[in-house]
């Protein structure tokens, strides 16, 4: 559709994205010769494997507790109370 000149509006609501969606994954995937699907897939594979993990932010006795009240079947919701009071 690109290459028949239709506009990005229009493709994104063909294929059931929003514009914004499309134009970022345009802008990261395109290369000199345009849009290839295997290309992109090649480029988001490798941004992930760049990307570093987030590091931990809850730590020692807080995380045992959380994890002792996963382990008991509580929710997440239910933990959060718990941890809140």
């Not at 345009?26 to 941004?47: D, E, I, M, P, S």
């Not at 507790?65 to 382990?71: A, G, T």
């Amino acid at each position: 559709m690109r290459k028949e000149g239709k506009p990005q509006r229009e493709i994104a609501t063909a294929i059931g994205f929003s514009q914004l969606a499309l134009s970022k994954e345009l802008k990261r995937n395109c290369g000199q010769r345009g849009y290839w699907q295997g290309q992109a897939q090649r480029l988001a594979t490798k941004r992930k494997s760049l990307r570093k993990s987030r590091p931990r932010v809850i730590l020692g006795e807080v995380r045992e507790e959380i994890e002792q009240q996963l382990r008991t079947k509580q929710s997440p919701q239910q933990i959060s109370g718990a941890m809140h009071r």
